[in-house]
Structures are given as structure tokens and as C-alpha cells.
């Protein structure tokens, strides 16, 4: 599986940058490397990039052509992050007591 068809919410292990040298060191660079874990967060429509986070706590946006050419392995199956709303349960109210 590469990168780029990774669900939301996903927790993947970098495998292999099938990059020319110069593209892979600068995501090396910004945190994407062998065995690094990365997350998709959410996908800008019409193509448009990933906004990833990796495992050490970076969050960047990322090429859909870059993110193709990484090859990735699903490590965990992760629930999305809710908002206080949802989380609450209440609508975000707190009971009048």
C-alpha cells in the first residue's frame, strides 16, 4: 500500500521511499523515513495534498504525487479524534444543577 491510498485515521510504518535521492532526503528531513509511523489526518479535495503527522509529533501537508511513491504498511486501527462535542455527548452543555 503506498502513502497515498492510506484511509483517515490510519496508522501506517514507512517502508520505502520510491524517490530520487534529492526528494527522499528532504522528507527524511522533515520527518518522514523508514520506520517512521505517519498518520493522514484529513485530504485537501481535487488532489490536493495530505495533511500527515508523524509519529515524533511533526504535522505538515504532503504532494499526493510524493505520497504515492512512499510504500506503507498499516500498524493499528485508529478512531478519529471528536470534538468536545461529540465526545460530550451533551451538545457541549454542561447539566443545570
Same mark, same amino acid.
Given at each position: 500500500?503506498?502513502?497515498?491510498?492510506?484511509?483517515?485515521?490510519?496508522?501506517?510504518?514507512?517502508?520505502?521511499?520510491?524517490?530520487?535521492?534529492?526528494?527522499?532526503?528532504?522528507?527524511?528531513?522533515?520527518?518522514?523515513? +523508514?520506520?517512521? +509511523?505517519?498518520?493522514?489526518?484529513?485530504?485537501?479535495?481535487?488532489?490536493?495534498?495530505?495533511?500527515?503527522?508523524?509519529?515524533?509529533?511533526? +504535522?505538515?501537508?504532503?504532494?499526493?504525487?510524493?505520497?504515492?511513491?512512499?510504500?506503507?504498511?498499516?500498524?493499528?486501527?485508529?478512531?478519529?479524534?471528536?470534538?468536545?462535542?461529540?465526545?460530550?455527548?451533551?451538545?457541549?452543555? +454542561?447539566?443545570?444543577?
Amino acid at each position: 500500500m503506498n502513502l497515498g491510498n492510506l484511509p483517515i485515521a490510519r496508522s501506517a510504518r514507512v517502508l520505502l521511499l520510491r524517490l530520487d535521492e534529492a526528494q527522499a532526503r528532504f522528507l527524511r528531513a522533515v520527518g518522514i523515513f +523508514e520506520q517512521e +509511523e505517519v498518520m493522514v489526518l484529513r485530504r485537501a479535495p481535487f488532489g490536493g495534498p495530505l495533511h500527515l503527522r508523524t509519529s515524533s509529533g511533526g +504535522e505538515f501537508a504532503l504532494d499526493r504525487a510524493l505520497a504515492m511513491s512512499i510504500d506503507v504498511e498499516v500498524t493499528a486501527v485508529r478512531e478519529p479524534i471528536k470534538s468536545g462535542v461529540d465526545a460530550l455527548g451533551d451538545g457541549g452543555r +454542561e447539566a443545570a444543577e
